[in-house]
């Protein structure tokens, strides 16, 4: 029992992250912001966004 209390208060330290851990995520996110803007920027992501946006009146029951 006391060994179990010792090791959540150890872990309680371990809460959050650290500025490192911050930088790494940080620097994904742009990653894969970048990567999505350079999709959607794309000629085949525009023509794909058309046609899917052209067939949504021929779906529509209305």
Known sequence: MINALRRVAARADER?????????????????????VKIGQSDW???L???????IPDLLPF
């Not at 959050?16 to 790494?24: D, K, L, N, P, R």
């Not at 966004?49 to 067939?55: E, F, N």
């Open 45 to 47: 992501f525009g023509d």
């Open 16 to 36: 959050g992250m650290s500025t490192s851990e911050y930088a790494v995520g940080t620097l994904g996110a742009c990653t894969i912001g970048g990567v999505l």
């Open 49 to 55: 966004l058309q046609d899917v946006i052209g067939k």
